[in-house]
């Protein structure tokens, strides 16, 4: 399909590893975004490229996130020392046209992480 | 303060009715853009309807409209002729002013709808 797609799907790790959560956008699409959906909740911005730099990342929860970007395409979610707290759903989302407007965000079906 | 509230956790409707979910949101930008998603239990983000707040015309899209109440800052979603499909989480979002392109979500709504 030409949607948003997420790898994995489900990731189950322990306290303390490291886990990588991909996203591949739209193709065509020039920003790309990462929200953490925690049960029961909206989603929560974490941060948004715009072509390969961060334009804001100001959602990151702490230095143990981190994500990339380097070809302008596909993105890695980098988490470092997994909690139990980080436990949730990772949605990926892409867009056009980004600088405000009716530019949409068009999601993936997200990573479903759960820290043991 | 919460930037979006979405005060119904769950709603209940029946088929062929329909339906309003309620959205406030809190923002002192005069630009900004507000939009309605629905999640279904597959869990992926569907877009539905967008609102800017400079538009006069309430939105709409097939059978969504948006209710859009600029002073009493509110954006309700209005799904008209509910089919059992449309079961699902409902969520509220706002982009605030030009300068980001982060969404802000609610809660949600939880709509249920029965034969």
């Known amino acids: 399909g030409a949607g948003v797609s997420q790898t994995p799907s489900n990731k189950v790790t322990e306290k303390g590893k490291y886990v990588e959560l991909r996203c591949d956008p739209i193709?065509?699409?020039?920003?790309l975004y990462w929200y953490r959906q925690s049960l029961g909740q909206g989603p929560e911005f974490l941060i948004y490229f715009q072509g390969t730099g961060a334009a804001d990342d100001s959602g990151l929860p702490n230095d143990r996130f981190f994500a990339v970007r380097p070809e302008g395409s596909v993105s890695t979610l980098k988490i470092q020392r997994t909690e139990r707290g980080d436990s949730a759903v990772y949605l990926c989302?892409?867009?056009?046209?980004?600088?405000?407007?009716?530019?949409?965000?068009?999601f993936g079906p997200g990573t479903r992480l759960t820290v043991l | 303060a919460q930037k979006i509230t979405q005060t119904q956790p769950g709603m209940f409707v029946q088929e062929k009715e329909a339906v309003t979910l309620d959205c406030t949101y809190d923002t002192s930008d005069q630009s900004y853009g507000l939009f309605w998603y629905k999640q279904p239990s597959s869990g992926e983000m569907i877009f539905l309807i967008y609102?800017?707040?400079?538009?006069?015309q309430n939105a709409t899209e097939g059978r969504y409209s948006l209710n859009f109440q600029k002073a009493r800052k509110s954006a309700n979603l209005v799904i008209s002729a509910s089919q059992l499909g449309d079961s699902a989480m409902y969520f509220c979002a706002m982009r605030e002013g030009y300068n980001t392109d982060k969404l802000i979500f609610g809660t949600g709504t939880r709509l249920q709808v029965f034969p």
């Open positions: 193709s065509g699409h020039t920003a």
């Open positions: 989302a892409s867009s056009l046209n980004p600088s405000g407007g009716k530019d949409t965000q068009y």
């Open positions: 609102q800017g707040s400079y538009d006069e």
